[in-house]
């Protein structure tokens, strides 16, 4: 198994994760991966650290930076004032696909719900993504809801 370290993303980790999240079919039609980066990237990047509730995780192998998530704790009434942890814009740089990376990730996530008293870890994937859908499933994720998405632009 690989060693990765965890840690929080800083303000130079932006462009590299930018890169990530365009780097496939859908990312590269719904991200701005060009320079200078766009504004909003460093805007969204400063809410995220401002809210003690988010945390953009970056997975490095020795110095180089081989994935990252974002996860969200919320606060619910459901399921008896419980807390869940919403896992968003989980990417592996794609040469450092199929080593085990991915697994890492998530479960590095569980741990980090588990610690902060989480009850339930959620994700969602888009449906045009089967490799995602099966890989989170391997890892005993199920899909037991229909969500529903509705664009504001």
Same mark, same amino acid.
């Given at each position: 198994?690989?060693?990765?370290?965890?840690?929080? #993303?800083?303000?130079?980790?932006? *462009?590299? @994760?930018?890169?990530?999240? #365009?780097?496939?079919d859908?990312?590269?039609?719904?991200?701005?991966?060009?320079?200078?980066?766009? #504004?909003? /990237?460093?805007? $969204?990047?400063?809410e995220?650290? $401002?809210?003690?509730?988010?945390?953009?995780?970056? &997975? =490095?192998?020795?110095?180089?930076?081989? +994935?990252?998530?974002? @996860?969200? /704790?919320? *606060?619910?009434?459901?399921?008896? +004032?419980? %807390?869940?942890?919403?896992? =968003?814009?989980?990417?592996?740089?794609?040469? $450092?696909r199929?080593? +085990?990376?991915?697994?890492?990730?998530?479960? %590095?996530?569980? =741990?980090? &719900?588990?610690?902060?008293?989480?009850l339930?870890?959620?994700?969602?994937?888009?449906?045009?993504? *089967?490799? $995602?859908?099966?890989? /989170?499933?391997?890892?005993?994720?199920?899909?037991?809801?229909?969500?529903?998405? @509705?664009?504001?632009?």
């Open positions: 198994m690989l060693k990765l370290t965890f840690r929080e #993303a800083v303000e130079d980790d932006l *462009p590299e @994760l930018v890169k990530m999240l #365009a780097d496939d859908l990312g590269s039609r719904r991200e701005d991966s060009s320079t200078p980066l766009n #504004a909003r /990237y460093l805007s $969204a990047f400063n995220i650290v $401002a809210d003690h509730n988010n945390q953009l995780i970056v &997975a =490095e192998l020795g110095n180089d930076t081989v +994935g990252m998530l974002q @996860l969200t /704790y919320i *606060p619910y009434l459901t399921h008896t +004032g419980s %807390w869940r942890c919403l896992v =968003e814009g989980v990417r592996v740089r794609r040469a $450092a199929g080593q +085990g990376i991915g697994t890492q990730l998530i479960q %590095w996530a569980i =741990e980090q &719900a588990k610690n902060k008293g989480c339930m870890i959620q994700l969602t994937s888009d449906k045009t993504r *089967p490799d $995602a859908l099966e890989f /989170y499933q391997s890892l005993g994720f199920r899909a037991s809801h229909v969500g529903f998405k @509705l664009a504001l632009d």
